[in-house]
């Protein structure tokens, strides 16, 4: 009913940009916060930025001022502008949202939705 779309991955060589897409769809009638995890192999999923639905973001310390999270409530979109990236950044990136959904009885509900992951490799 209500499904995260995720673009933007690939491979790129330390240094270089790439940005992230995330689109929700569905019987939507608001979104909350929006954010982007990442999973690097071996390892547990961690947050990387949030987004709350009045424009307030968060950061995880290793990416403050390389990474720009925002989202445009149009389109139901949440963007990651990734910059100046480095090898460890190397992971499987997942949108995350909060999201109202309509049901079918004509009410409101309330869950989590995930992404499908977009990988992002960055080569010495």
């Known amino acids: 009913q209500v499904q995260l779309v995720e673009s933007g991955g690939g491979l790129v060589q330390a240094g270089d940009s790439l940005k992230l897409f995330c689109t929700a769809s569905g019987s939507i009638f608001s979104i909350n916060t929006m954010g982007w995890y990442r999973q690097a192999p071996g390892k547990r999923r961690e947050l990387v930025a949030t987004i709350r639905s009045g424009g307030s973001t968060g950061y995880i310390d290793s990416v403050k001022g390389r990474f720009t999270i925002s989202r445009d409530n149009a389109k139901n979109t949440v963007y990651l502008q990734m910059n100046s990236l480095k090898p460890e950044d190397t992971a499987v990136y997942y949108c995350?949202?909060?999201?109202?959904?309509?049901?079918?009885?004509?009410?409101?509900?309330?869950?989590?939705?995930w992404g499908q992951g977009t990988q992002v490799t960055v080569s010495l």
């Open positions: 995350n949202a909060e999201i109202v959904s309509n049901t079918y009885t004509g009410g409101r509900s309330v869950g989590d939705y």
